[in-house]
């Protein structure tokens, strides 16, 4: 069975910074792109950041463009979000997914059939 499980939030202060981790398990995303998603209450799910297995090829949504970095390592099969000068509009649930259909990250979150629990991440300002 395939699992994302997401680890890494937490509530920080404004400025600060917090690394995510989406583990995989149950099979090999080699050739999957993999993204991360947001929503806080109230709010559709919105796209942050993506990237492809292969190539490493990264896409941002404009709101955290400079800010987050979006990385892999495929050796232990996680994908990362290094997210830095955490503003509280940033504060959300977010959650890992994987598209296994498109070798190119895409900001769509229609296009991902497999998605993580959530973590909480907290900004205070």
């Known amino acids: 069975q395939v699992q994302l499980v997401e680890s890494g939030g937490g509530l920080v202060q404004a400025g600060d910074f917090l690394r995510l981790s989406c583990a995989a398990s149950?099979?090999?995303?080699?050739?999957?792109?993999m993204g991360w998603f947001r929503q806080s209450p109230g709010k559709e799910r919105e796209f942050v950041a993506a990237?492809?297995?292969?190539?490493?090829?990264?896409h941002y949504a404009d709101s955290v463009k400079g800010r987050f970095t979006i990385s892999r390592d495929s050796a232990k099969n996680t994908v990362y979000l290094q997210m830095n000068a955490l503003k509280p509009e940033d504060t959300a649930v977010y959650f890992c997914?994987?598209?296994?259909?498109?070798?190119?990250?895409?900001?769509?979150?229609?296009?991902?059939?497999?998605w993580g629990q959530g973590t909480q991440v907290t900004v205070s300002s």
């Open positions: 990237i492809s297995w292969v190539g490493g090829i990264t």
């Open positions: 149950g099979r090999t995303f080699s050739r999957y792109s």
């Open positions: 997914a994987a598209d296994p259909n498109r070798s190119l990250p895409t900001s769509s979150p229609a296009f991902y059939d497999i």
